[in-house]
């Protein structure tokens, strides 16, 4: 017996990869959570790139830019 046969799924649809066409509806409470979700890591991806903050850096300039490229990345989302 195959894993396929368990679930009854149709021949031609084995080899069928589905497609994300934006036909799941999302209630408001699921946006909420997905917004969120993505807000936090967005922040944590730019908190991430503020630990660099006190390091050394080759030029007074590029330590510059990485601060405020690391503050841009973590408030503007």
Do not use: Y
């Not at 990869?17 to 959570?33: A, E, Q, R």
């Not at 991806?45 to 510059?64: D, K, M, N, R, S």
């Amino acid at each position: 017996m195959q894993l396929i046969d368990l679930f009854n799924v149709p021949t031609s649809l084995m080899l069928r990869v589905p497609t994300f066409d934006g036909s799941i509806k999302l209630g408001h409470w699921d946006k909420m959570v997905i917004q969120f979700a993505a807000l936090s890591m967005a922040t944590i991806f730019g908190g991430i790139h503020c630990l660099a903050w006190p390091f050394t850096f080759v030029t007074h300039e590029e330590q510059l830019l990485w601060r405020i490229c690391a503050l841009a990345i973590t408030g503007i989302p």
